[in-house]
Every structure is written in structure tokens, then in C-alpha cells.
């Protein structure tokens, strides 16, 4: 159809940038490097007015599910996959029918089409082959068709689109140690039309928990912050109760400052896992995470009941709105109620939750750890070359909407981005975020020793030396205190 919904339909691929030079050949490389995922589904449940998903994208639930045949086909050839599945519209401000010409999609798998579940490995890696749904994502807030320019403080405007920060963030959550939930890239295509580059993820509900902690569904409670009626934000159950939550912010609002309180918190929530969660975003600067108020994009999951019940896992959601400026801080001092920022606030009225705070940030920030420069730097340089190709098809697909007559392109905009971040961003954000969170109480001024190897294997004899030279800001000798059987010399 010419029209969805009250918008006029778009469909091209600008010959601006498929028939430029510089472009033409690695378009066709780009279409071979991902895996292609195909939508195929009657055009009147899609397209047209009444009923089709993308005509009323803001329409929402089960009765705006739609059945399609979802088909993964490999660029070597390599077997994929082809089952029956149902789809509707996904996300908030992406469903703008105005503003927003590519939407992003959730595939649910049911029995009513063919099959509970998709069994396939999907994500590279991933011990976990068993879905029951899937966040096709979009990159909406911050791709090329909703504007991602940011001012240089010059008077213009830098474009800061990279379709990559969602899954950095994850990575990042893995590599500290982190069940952050996979993602991947396909090439998408709806009825034989290219629909653009989407980010396939993982969606962290009770059957994700299932296939990456044990159980059963009925033992698992998942949590998500959505918007409400009047314009604010509140948290939902998706499965499960919220009774298990509650009993968490009810502890949590009474005082941690005591150890038995800090105790009882840690009967219900990983600490580790909010500290890395917490030091995800302040790393990244998240503008769309905790400090935003009611804290938005909030996912957490926990097995609350059965015979072996766990902690509140938290999950980093849509945090493409990050590493926008060097020097600024944010999601350090945070707090609203019913969320996981009440609980990092209050924790951090207890020094012991204080210390640990200060020994994540030392295991990540130092010795080669997950968020240190060079370790940071590449975890994002295996994404950028993962769609360095493919993201031509998007430029192809989508580059014009905003810009008509000049597309944005990758070797152009995406480029000059990418060369920001590996020239100012990684070299330094390690350092500035160490001062900040000294700064507010959550790494010590004291230094802490340096070994002559950090961990990994040794050879037979090998001596280790550890040294203290000065603290972070005031030069002096140190002291080290250390024990040779594993325990903290550090007392409570």
C-alpha cells in the first residue's frame, strides 16, 4: 500500500548511496555479512488500515499480534531456520506513527502457530538455544531516523548514530560476569522488501530465567518500569507476582545501615550484579537508565519460589542513549522509589556495601579489567566490525528520511563517530569516572596494591611482589596487609 495508517508508505532504497562508488560493492558484501531474518505475513495484518500492525503501531497487546512466518537464512549457506510465529509492534517512542518510520517488533513463539519455542542457536556463544519470544530492536532513539545529534559546542551539530550501544552495554554487563542477556544483527525483510539493520535480543522474562538459571516458569517473577496512564512510569510484574519485589523495596525503605539489615538484602538481591548493573551505566553516561526520572528502561528477574530460589538479576534495557559527552557524570546519585535505584541508594548508607562498591570498581577498572581503556575499547571495536558492512544496507534503507538529499552514510557520520569514541571517549572515561566516584564516596582515596602479575598462570617458583606507592591525590607510603589463605584481612 501506498499509505500506513494516516503516513505515506516508504519502501526505497536511495540510489544516492546504492549507486555510489564508494558504496555499490560493499552494499552487496554488507546484504552477505549478517544472517538475513525474513518476515513474511498477509499485507492487510501489516500494512493496511484497519487492522495491519505497522498502519496502528501505537496499538498494543495480544490482540494486536499478528501471525507471520519468521525464516533465518545464513550468508555460508549454513542451516537456519523457518517456523510460524506471531508479531506485534514493540517499544515507546519508537511507535510514533509520525515521527517514526521504522518500528521495532516483538516475535512471540505459541502453540497456536506451530510451536512453543524457537530452538536454534541464534546468538553466537550462547550456551542458551531455547526462546519462547524475541525483541527484534530497532535502534529508534538513537538511528537515523530519529535525530541523534548532539551540539559540539561550536554552534554545530555532531551525528552520533552507531546502532551499537544497546549491545555494547551488554557486553560489557558479560564480560564483567554478568548473565546481560545476548543480542546479535540480521538484515531484515518484510515480503521480500529490505526493512533495514535490527538487533535481535534476548527478552528477560520468566523463560529466559528458566533457560539461564534452572526451574520452571511458574517459579519466576520479572519485573519491567513502563509508562502509566498519567504520564509517569510505574513497575509491573510481566511474570509472576510482586510480592518478592515488594518484601525488597520494604527492606530497603526501612534502612540498610545495620549489618543485620545489609544481611537480610542480601537474601534477596545480587549485589555484585546491581553494582556491575550501577557501573554500566555511570561507564556509559546512560541518559535513558536510573537517573532518568522514575527511573526508565528498568528489567530485573528473579526465581523467588521453588527449591532452589535465586536473587534479583537486573538487565540493562535500551541504552542507546550513552556515551554521548567524556566528562559528564550521571546515574551516580540517584534514588525513586520502587525501583533498583532506591535500592543502590540506600545500600550506600551501609559502609560494608561501601567497601564492596570500591572492590567492583577495582576488579573492573584496573589490571586489564572489563572497563579499563584498551579491554573497553576493543569489546566495542568487535561490534563496529561485526555491521562495519552491513551498515551500508541501513544508510541505503533509512539514511534519507531525515535528510533527503544527503543521506547519512557510514563512511561519513558513522565513521567520524566511531574515531571520536576510539580517540577521546575510551582513552579517558576510565579515569574521569574513578575521580567521580571517589568524589561520592564509592572508591577510597587509599590505593590498593599493585601485584606483579593479576591472576592467570605462573610458573613453578614464581615470587609474587605487590607494591604501594602513594594514594590517588596525596603521595605517601602505604601499608599492605594481606592474608595467604584466601580470607579478607580487612575486618567488618
Known amino acids: 500500500p501506498t499509505k500506513w495508517g494516516s503516513r505515506t508508505a516508504d519502501y526505497e532504497m536511495d540510489p544516492d548511496v546504492v549507486d555510489d562508488p564508494a558504496y555499490t560493492e560493499d552494499l552487496l558484501i554488507g546484504l552477505k555479512s549478517i544472517p538475513t531474518m525474513v518476515i513474511t505475513a498477509d499485507p492487510d495484518d501489516f500494512f493496511n488500515n484497519p487492522n495491519g500492525i505497522y498502519a496502528n503501531p501505537q496499538s498494543d497487546g495480544q490482540a494486536w499480534e499478528r501471525e507471520i512466518s519468521l525464516e533465518l537464512i545464513q550468508p555460508d549457506g549454513s542451516e537456519g531456520f523457518q517456523l510460524n510465529a506471531g508479531i506485534r509492534i ?10 517514526q518510520p521504522k518500528h521495532g517488533f516483538r516475535v512471540e513463539f505459541r502453540a497456536q502457530y506451530g510451536t512453543n519455542n524457537l530452538n536454534y542457536p541464534l546468538f553466537p556463544g550462547s550456551p542458551v538455544t531455547k526462546f519462547d519470544s524475541l525483541i527484534l530492536r530497532s535502534q529508534n532513539a538513537h538511528g537515523w531516523t530519529r535525530s541523534s545529534q548532539i551540539s559540539n559546542g561550536a554552534g ?20 564483567m560476569g554478568q548473565p546481560g542477556g545476548e543480542a546479535t544483527y540480521v538484515h531484515l525483510y518484510i515480503n521480500g522488501f529490505y526493512w533495514g539493520l535490527y538487533n535481535p535480543v534476548e527478552y528477560p522474562r520468566a523463560f529466559h530465567g528458566v533457560q539461564h538459571f534452572g526451574g520452571s516458569a511458574d517459579e519466576y517473577d520479572s519485573i519491567n518500569r513502563r509508562p502509566t496512564a498519567n504520564g509517569g512510569k510505574g513497575t509491573h ?8 519485589w515488594e518484601a525488597m523495596q520494604d527492606l530497603a525503605n526501612s534502612g540498610l545501615e545495620t549489618p543485620s539489615k545489609y544481611a537480610q538484602m542480601q537474601e534477596h538481591m545480587d549485589l555484585d550484579n546491581l553494582i556491575d548493573y550501577m557501573l554500566v551505566h555511570q561507564y556509559l553516561g546512560s541518559r535513558d537508565g536510573p537517573e532518568v526520572f522514575n527511573s526508565n528502561n528498568m528489567r530485573a528477574l528473579r526465581r523467588s519460589r521453588g527449591e532452589s530460589p535465586g536473587l534479583w538479576q537486573c538487565y540493562l534495557w535500551d541504552m542507546e542513549a550513552s556515551m554521548f559527552e567524556i566528562d559528564v557524570t550521571r546515574n551516580i546519585n540517584v534514588d525513586d522509589p520502587d525501583t533498583l535505584a532506591r535500592v543502590y541508594t540506600k ?7 561501601l567497601i564492596r562498591y570500591a572492590d567492583r570498581v577495582h576488579r573492573h577498572f584496573f589490571n586489564d579489567g572489563a572497563l579499563t581503556p584498551t579491554h573497553a575499547a576493543a569489546i566495542w571495536e568487535r561490534r563496529a566490525e561485526e555491521i562495519f558492512t552491513a551498515i551500508i544496507g541501513e544508510s541505503a534503507r533509512w539514511g534519507d528520511f531525515r535528510r533527503a538529499s544527503r543521506p547519512f552514510t557510514r563512511d561519513v557520520e558513522w565513521t567520524a563517530e566511531r574515531r571520536r569514541l576510539l580517540d577521546s571517549y575510551f582513552p579517558t572515561r576510565t579515569e574521569f569516572l574513578v575521580k567521580e566516584l571517589t568524589k561520592n564516596g564509592l572508591y ?8 606483579s602479575q593479576h591472576g592467570g598462570e605462573v610458573t613453578s617458583g614464581f615470587a609474587l611482589t605487590m607494591m604501594v606507592t602513594s594514594s590517588i591525590f596525596n603521595p605517601q607510603r602505604g601499608t599492605i596487609h594481606y592474608t595467604l589463605d584466601g580470607s579478607d584481612p580487612r575486618l567488618s
Open 90 to 99: 514493540h517499544g515507546n517512542g519508537s511507535r510514533n506513527p509520525n515521527g
Open 444 to 451: 577510597p582515596s587509599t590505593k590498593a596494591p599493585e601485584f
Open 237 to 244: 510484574p510481566v511474570d509472576g507476582s510482586k510480592d518478592a
Open 156 to 175: 554545530t551539530e555532531r551525528e552520533q548514530s552507531q546502532y551499537i550501544r544497546d549491545s555494547y552495554a551488554r557486553d560489557l554487563h558479560n564480560a
Open 347 to 353: 545500600l550506600r548508607e551501609n559502609p560494608e556495601f
